[in-house]
């Protein structure tokens, strides 16, 4: 009777080391990769709403400066002489804290007139965000690294052609806490579903397929019993 009880635990084990633990495994590694999955598509989504907010409201900002450098341009004054202009430039600039300066360029790249933290020098403007203000399809533009947003509006003549553009630069750093709140509760959901969801394949799996411990159960009596009969052959044969 030991024997055979110790048997039937042997064939469970079995089972449940060749089958239900390497499908439950299998299952896991699945899971993880499709929750990983979801946590970066939803890590890109917020990044990208959240690039879509600034973007807006620096659009306000560049459609607001164009109306009055619309109007500078009528009057024939030049643009580093206008003073409003400039003083426009400054206001804007100092309603949204986040933005490091504004800048006007013309076709050619050369900054026009330019409003920044720094007051005692200009601020470079990379050859990147140069090329993209002036070459872009859309009239509305943006490009982005990861320390800073530029954002902005061309500027056309009275004959449609593209005489310069507006350039906005907004500092991303201030939203590296927002970030790294967002990473940190994803991170948490992701673990709590994984954790919830494999324990719950575990318990499925391990009762779903409870059947085939019984067919190794059964194996292993009917392999015990052939060898039994086997020997007790081989000891009548002698």
């Known amino acids: 009777m030991g024997c055979t009880s110790s048997v039937v635990e042997v064939g469970k084990m079995r089972a449940f080391f060749e089958v239900h633990l390497r499908l439950v495994i299998t299952v896991w590694v699945i899971l993880l990769a499709v929750l990983g999955l979801l946590y970066l598509m939803n890590y890109m989504k917020f990044d990208s709403l959240m690039s879509g907010v600034v973007s807006s409201k620096l659009d306000v900002i560049s459609s607001s400066l164009d109306t009055s450098i619309q109007r500078v341009d009528r009057l024939g004054i030049p643009y580093q002489s206008a003073e409003n202009l400039i003083e426009q430039f400054n206001l804007a600039r100092e309603r949204e804290s986040d933005v490091t300066s504004i800048s006007l360029i013309d076709n050619g790249g050369r900054i026009l007139v330019q409003t920044s933290e720094i007051a005692s020098s200009s601020n470079v403007i990379p050859e990147d965000v140069i090329r993209r203000a ?7 533009w943006l490009y982005s690294d990861d320390t800073r947003l530029f954002s902005g509006l061309q ?10 553009s507006l350039v906005i630069e907004y500092d991303k750093t201030a939203l590296f806490g927002v970030y790294a709140l967002v990473r940190l509760h ?5 673990v709590v579903i994984f954790l919830v969801t494999a324990l719950t394949v575990f318990f499925v799996v391990r009762i779903g397929f409870s059947d085939v411990a019984n067919v190794f159960k059964l194996i ?16 009548m044969g002698r």
């Open 134 to 140: 002036l070459t872009s399809n859309e009239p509305r």
């Open 220 to 235: 292993h009596n009917y392999s015990s019993g052939e060898k039994q009969l086997t020997e007790s052959r081989h000891r």
């Open 186 to 190: 994803l991170l948490e959901a992701t």
């Open 155 to 164: 500027i056309f003549g009275d004959f449609e052609n593209l005489t310069g």
